[in-house]
């Protein structure tokens, strides 16, 4: 069956560090997604892709920064890595830019 | 932009109630509307959709009416169970500039007791 995987489930860090989190599916979507979710804030877009080598910012791009390279995989990277970015992370995918979104289980993120 | 907004939770209920969770959107167009639930420690997945005004999604004995004159997408389900308590986000899709941005609502949690 088709998923769409997240790696770790739970990570730990120091502020300063370098951080990726992987995203991978195998719907064979062309459109993927990050989010962050966080208490009092539902879910915000941190970046989208509409296909291997498109990147977009969304609502909350700041301190992230994704590449595609192939079909499959979004990793979200936090270059260096912030307090407020503890969180829980979700990677989503689509077939079409406008149907329903399939998630990942989602990644907890500590930074202390 | 575009805006959904959700009622507050939690909603507590006891087993075999009624469920209402308001959603009302504000969007520049005709958007599609979309309820996700999420079970503790889990990601999303999808409830129902409906792409079109007068448009009903249904599943799992869960329903929701695209209204457009009233730019709503209300949930209802007429006799909740213990294992539906989770907690329920409203979403619409929309072009813009040809993209097509997801906005979601801050989710409403559900409580059913036995």
């Known amino acids: 069956d088709a998923e769409i995987t997240q790696s770790p489930r739970h990570k730990i860090t120091e502020t300063g560090r370098q951080v990726t989190l992987a995203c991978h599916q195998t719907w064979n979507h062309n459109n993927m997604f990050w989010y962050r979710q966080d208490l009092g804030h539902g879910l915000r877009l941190i970046h989208y892709?509409?296909?291997?080598?498109?990147?977009n910012k969304g609502e909350v791009s700041d301190g992230y920064s994704v590449s595609r390279s192939n079909t499959e995989d979004l990793p979200l990277t936090l270059e260096s890595a912030a307090s407020s970015q503890t969180s829980v992370y979700f990677c989503?995918?689509?077939?079409?830019?406008?149907?329903?979104?399939?998630f990942g289980p989602g990644t907890r993120l500590t930074v202390l | 932009g575009n805006s959904v907004t959700q009622m507050e939770g939690p909603v507590t209920l006891s087993e075999e109630a009624f469920l209402t969770i308001n959603c009302t959107y504000t969007a520049t167009g005709y958007p599609s509307l979309f309820w996700y639930v999420q079970y503790p420690g889990e990601g999303l997945q999808l409830l129902l959709k409906a792409t079109k005004a007068d448009d009903k999604g249904s599943n799992k004995g869960f329903e929701a009416t695209y209204r457009k004159e009233t730019t709503s997408f209300h949930l209802e389900k007429g006799s909740v169970q213990v294992s539906d308590s989770a907690v329920y986000f409203c979403?619409?899709?929309?072009?813009?500039?040809?993209?097509?941005?997801?906005?979601f609502g801050r989710g409403t949690s559900l409580i059913v007791h036995p």
């Open positions: 989503a995918s689509s077939e079409r830019r406008h149907n329903e979104q399939f």
């Open positions: 979403a619409l899709t929309l072009a813009s500039g040809g993209s097509y941005i997801p906005t």
């Open positions: 892709s509409y296909g291997v080598q498109d990147t």
